[in-house]
Every structure is written in structure tokens, then in C-alpha cells.
């Protein structure tokens, strides 16, 4: 298996890094584990960052280190990483003896890439590449081509393209600004590891996996090197490395790398950030298509309980919180209090208003009339199908529609309204309407089916199961 948090590793093609079974790295796992079990929680405390996990944001912590800039990781590093941070305090005063004195150009780049960069986050796409191009333009005039802050530019425009789609420019820049790195620090530095982390999102984004893995393992050597394994930075390329691991269907293995990684962020004191309820919620979703119930229960009762603790009982991330607990608790067969977390989680979301709110709620419901149907209770559980078809069949039809939300929402839409179809035509075969929506369901699958292909893994099972209980539900009639 893979290799990628081996003490000392320096792998760089994909042969050294043993992407694939059967290599001399099938071993890491298993390692991962034994490192888990046999790591103490570090004797220091620190924050991650509560930014999001983009190459914006990382790129912004490593650059900090290679310019001289404030960072935004308060986190603090293990013994190891003390070390490396004092020699990025060296390499700091190295690039502020070379670079240039500041003029209009410095000045420039400076304000062309804040601008840019708030344009992004307000998502004026087009208005914030220009101002990002111009700083790419400034920051060579001022400090010179191959500078460490024209690779900040590259990699900010990197991260536009990215988000436009235009893969090739993206992992071009991507490329030129880990080149520019590379030649100013050498490996060993955090913007390294950084560079390499942004191009390795970029390959996976064009599906290639292989390539992908290749430079995330590289990414972490290079973080363990210069930051250490207690460090926010290197628990955000495990996370990653899980995701890869998933797309080759190797759930079981991504899961122990995960684990890691969330293990890393309790031990710098992270544990109340997005970032980590993210992993959380992850994990917990991973144990429950492993079929792992009882741990998926475990982790996704602990982010119940952060939840509560950060906003509140009533607040609106409790009421999905709440659902995906029931739906753990419906596997094992504990009816009662799964049914209890759903009525919770209505009772939230029916003070909302929205469509995403209408649509959670609609969720809602059809997993009450589910668990109605289990308890054989078929009037409330032809009544939940009914209010959740209200809402579902209108917007799986809009979902086919619009090719600007994500896949995973429009297949996902898709699928609620045929399971509620299923359930409604299951229990009421004869009812002209059960048989509408079942029939409208299936065609609504057939449209959805080539991008649920493309995406594969849990995208393409949860189209194959809605199927077949629109099938089953036929048999009925």
C-alpha cells in the first residue's frame, strides 16, 4: 500500500511512491496503523486554520514562510518541526536580503492580488482574473522572474483557472510556481510541499489518479520534513490522500488514513473548526458504506455533540446532524430514537425558509415514511411520501436542468425523489399518482445515469440501488 507517511521518505515518480497493490508499499497501511496506536498526543497546543482548505488558503500559510509574511496558522509543530522552523526563519531572512527594495511594482502586485483575491471570494470570476494577471505582470517587474512572490502570483491564477474548469493552464501555473520554489528554497521548505499539494488537486480533477497520489506522497514528505506530523498543513494532504484512496475504491484503507488525519488536528487543539467536522463527517460517512454501523454511529454521535456545543440545540447544521445519526441508527434497527433524531431535525428545518431548507426537510420525511413502512404504519408512511414527493418531484426535474450545480447534488436530488417514488408506489400501487412518480423517477435515472458513469464509486451504487427499488416497487401492481 501506500507509503506516504514513512519516516524520511523522499519519493517522487509513481513507481518509488508505490501507487497500486502489489509494491513494496503495501505496507504503509498497516504501518499507519501501528504509528497511530503507538503516537502520544503532542505536549504542545495550537489552532488550525478556519479558512477554507483551498490552494488560496494553503498556499497563503506556506508562502508566509518562504517571504517573510505573518502566517495564519497559529498551529504549533512537534520537536522536529522546531527545528524546520527555525531554518524557515533562516530561509525567511535569505529572501528578504534578496528581494528587491520596495517600488511601484511591489506596491502593485500587493494590491492587485488582494483585490483579485476578495473578487474570488465574492465569486466575480472574470473582475478578479484581471487584477490577478496584472499582479502576476507587477510581481516579476518589481521582484524579478523567478521570485518567490511570482510564484505566489502563478499559483493565486492557478487556483482561478482551477475553478474555471481550464485544467491544462492550471496545472501549468501550477507548475511554473513549484518550479520557481524549488530553485529559491530547494525541497525542503513549506511552500514546497505546498506547490506540490495544489498540483496533485489539479491531476486528481482531471482523473488521474496515479499522478495524483504520486504528488500528494511527495507533498507529505516534504511537510513532514519542514513542519512535522503534528502540523495543520500535514493533516490536510492525509485528508486529501483519503480522497484518492477512495476513488480506487479503497475505502477501508482511506479510513485509516483519515483517521489519521483528524487525530492529528485533536492533538494541535483543532477540533472546533470546518475543517474538522469536515473529516468528521467524512469518516463517518465512509464507515457507513463500509458497513461499519457502530463506528459510523460512534464518530457521527461525536459531531452531534461538537455541533451542540458550538451552535446551540436548534441551530440548522443540528437538524443534518441529526438525520444522518437516524440513518446509522435505521441500519442497526434502532427505530425509536432514529425516529426521534428525524422529528428533531423537522422540527428545525420547518422554521426555514429556502429551497435548500424545503429540500432537507423533504429528506426528512422520506426517511420517517421508511421508517413507518418498517414499522408497518402505512398511512403515515404514504403521508411522508406524499409531502416529500411535493417537494422532490419538482426539483429532481430542475436538477436535470441545470448543468451548473455540482454532480453530485443534481444525482443526489435525482435519487431522493425516485426513493420516495418507490416508497409511495410500494404502498399504494393502485394510486394513479404512486404511478406517475415512479414512472417520471425512472426517466429522471435514465438522464442522470451517464454522469453518475462518469463519477462512479457511491454516485453510480446509489443510482443503481434507487433503480432497482423503483423496480421492485413495480412488482406490486
Given amino acids: 500500500m501506500l507509503e506516504l507517511a514513512r519516516r524520511g521518505t523522499t519519493t517522487t515518480t509513481m513507481r518509488e511512491t508505490g501507487w497500486g497493490r502489489g509494491s513494496r508499499t503495501t505496507r504503509f497501511v498497516p504501518r499507519m496503523r501501528t504509528w497511530t496506536r503507538e503516537r502520544t498526543r503532542g505536549e504542545t497546543r495550537g489552532r488550525e486554520r478556519d479558512g477554507r482548505e483551498g490552494a488560496f488558503g494553503a498556499f497563503a500559510f506556506a508562502f508566509a514562510f518562504a517571504v517573510g509574511g505573518g502566517t495564519v496558522s497559529e498551529g504549533t509543530c512537534d520537536a522536529k518541526a522546531a527545528a524546520a522552523e527555525a531554518a524557515a526563519a533562516a530561509a525567511r531572512r535569505e529572501a528578504e536580503a534578496r528581494a528587491p527594495t520596495s517600488n511601484a511594482s511591489t506596491a502593485q502586485w500587493r494590491i492587485y492580488t488582494d483585490i483579485g483575491r476578495g473578487l474570488v471570494r465574492e465569486g466575480k470570476v472574470d473582475e478578479a482574473r484581471k487584477y490577478l494577471e496584472r499582479a502576476l505582470v507587477e510581481a516579476k517587474r518589481g521582484f524579478g522572474e523567478d521570485d518567490a512572490h511570482v510564484a505566489a502570483a502563478l499559483n493565486n491564477l492557478a487556483e482561478l483557472r482551477r475553478i474555471e474548469s481550464r485544467w491544462e493552464e492550471s496545472e501549468r501555473m501550477f507548475g511554473e510556481a513549484l518550479k520557481i520554489l524549488r530553485n529559491a528554497y530547494g525541497e525542503n521548505h513549506p511552500a514546497v510541499g505546498t506547490a506540490l499539494?495544489?498540483?496533485?488537486?489539479?491531476?486528481?480533477?482531471?482523473?488521474?489518479?496515479?499522478?495524483?497520489?504520486?504528488?500528494?506522497?511527495?507533498?507529505?514528505?516534504?511537510?513532514?520534513?519542514?513542519?512535522?506530523?503534528?502540523?495543520?498543513?500535514?493533516?490536510?494532504?492525509?485528508?486529501?490522500?483519503a480522497e484518492v484512496l477512495c476513488r480506487n475504491e479503497r475505502k477501508e484503507d482511506a479510513v485509516v488514513v483519515l483517521e489519521r488525519s483528524i487525530r492529528v488536528s485533536e492533538e494541535i487543539g483543532a477540533a472546533h473548526t470546518d475543517a474538522y467536522l469536515k473529516r468528521m463527517k467524512r469518516l463517518a460517512q465512509l464507515l457507513f458504506e463500509c458497513e461499519r454501523y457502530e463506528d459510523a454511529e460512534r464518530v457521527r454521535r461525536r459531531i452531534l455533540s461538537n455541533l451542540e456545543d458550538m451552535h446551540g440545540e436548534?441551530?440548522?447544521?443540528?437538524?443534518?446532524?441529526?438525520?444522518?445519526?437516524?440513518?446509522?441508527?435505521?441500519?442497526?434497527?434502532?427505530?425509536?430514537?432514529?425516529?426521534?433524531?428525524?422529528?428533531?431535525?423537522?422540527?428545525?428545518?420547518?422554521?426555514?425558509?429556502?429551497?435548500?431548507?424545503a429540500l432537507a426537510l423533504a429528506s426528512a420525511r422520506l426517511n420517517l415514511g421508511e421508517i413507518a413502512e418498517k414499522r408497518s404504519n402505512t398511512d403515515e408512511a404514504i403521508t411522508f411520501a406524499r409531502l416529500a414527493l411535493d417537494v422532490l418531484s419538482p426539483s429532481a426535474l430542475d436538477a436535470i436542468r441545470r448543468d451548473d450545480l455540482r454532480d453530485d447534488v443534481r444525482v443526489g436530488v435525482v435519487v431522493q425523489h425516485a426513493r420516495a417514488a418507490a416508497l409511495l408506489h410500494r404502498l399504494a400501487p393502485a394510486d394513479p399518482r404512486a404511478r406517475h412518480h415512479a414512472h417520471t423517477a425512472a426517466q429522471n435515472l435514465s438522464a442522470v445515469s451517464s454522469i453518475a458513469e462518469k463519477s462512479g464509486g457511491t454516485i453510480q451504487t446509489r443510482v443503481r440501488d434507487a433503480a432497482r427499488a423503483l423496480e421492485v416497487s413495480s412488482r406490486n401492481e
Fill in 197 to 241: 499539494h495544489n498540483l496533485a488537486g489539479c491531476r486528481l480533477a482531471q482523473n488521474d489518479v496515479d499522478g495524483a497520489f504520486a504528488l500528494y506522497a511527495e507533498s507529505l514528505a516534504r511537510k513532514e520534513a519542514t513542519l512535522g506530523t503534528n502540523h495543520p498543513e500535514y493533516a490536510t494532504t492525509l485528508y486529501h490522500m
Fill in 314 to 357: 436548534e441551530h440548522v447544521t443540528i437538524a443534518g446532524a441529526c438525520e444522518s445519526l437516524a440513518l446509522v441508527l435505521t441500519e442497526l434497527d434502532r427505530l425509536d430514537e432514529a425516529g426521534r433524531l428525524l422529528e428533531r431535525s423537522t422540527k428545525i428545518l420547518s422554521r426555514l425558509r429556502g429551497d435548500g431548507a
